[in-house]
């Protein structure tokens, strides 16, 4: 079945820190991948998304993920965290198979000031 | 404003009794979707419908049911037959399958 892995669960950073989050998917064929963010007490809202073309790609606030085909990834970087980047992050998949979303499990992120 | 509204934010039920979840969008989306939101869990779908009239099964559609009479609503019952209905009911809407989804601020279930 396919599927969609963030192996990490919990992530604690300083603020200034930098920041990588892990998503792998299970799908061989064409895929769009995207990443949403739940700001404590907000709705679930678009970060990023790649459906073609450079695989490197930037979205809101300073946040950028790249597109690995080879690892069947896309992980998502920032820099240099602040206070206010404290939200849970998903990663979603839609295959070409399909056509359906499939969302990982999220990664809570704490950023300490 | 554009955007996706779900009524009412918390929700009180008995066991055993059915319970339906509101779910309104004006962003003209055909595609509309409702997911269930546990701790650890992530996002699991449990229907989807991509136009009006017509609707389809996510994954743990078990003991719940939707109608799409209307493009703009999308509304969700939760019915006695759900083993574990305690739970955060997201809905969201898309221009389509594969693109942005946009979500609503959630519905908390809570059967006592």
């Known amino acids: 079945a396919q599927s969609v892995s963030q192996h990490n669960h919990h992530v604690i950073l300083s603020e200034a820190a930098s920041l990588e989050l892990g998503c792998n998917y299970s799908y061989g064929g064409t895929v769009n991948l995207f990443w949403y963010v739940q700001y404590p007490g907000q709705h679930l809202q678009l970060l990023l998304k790649y459906f073609s073309g450079d695989p490197l790609v930037k979205g809101i606030k300073g946040f950028e993920a790249e597109f690995i085909k080879s690892k069947f990834s896309f992980n998502l970087r920032k820099p240099s965290v602040q206070w206010s980047d404290t939200a849970e992050y998903f990663c979603a998949v839609i295959t070409s198979g399909t056509y359906k979303y499939i969302f990982g499990t999220g990664t809570r992120l704490k950023v300490l000031a | 404003d554009g955007g996706i509204t779900q009524s009412p934010k918390y929700l009180f039920r008995k066991e055993g009794q059915n319970v339906t979840l509101s779910c309104e969008q004006n962003l003209n989306h055909d595609a509309m979707y409702w997911y269930r939101q546990d701790p650890g869990q992530g996002l699991r779908l449990i229907y989807y419908?991509?136009?009006?009239?017509?609707?389809q099964k996510g994954d743990i559609a078990e003991g719940y049911s939707v109608s799409r009479e209307k493009k703009e609503s999308f509304p969700l019952t939760v019915t006695s037959a759900q083993k574990n209905p305690t739970a955060f009911y997201l809905c969201a809407s898309s221009i389509s399958r594969t693109d942005t989804q946009y979500f609503g601020p959630g519905t908390r279930l809570t059967v006592l």
């Open positions: 419908s991509q136009i009006v009239n017509d609707f």
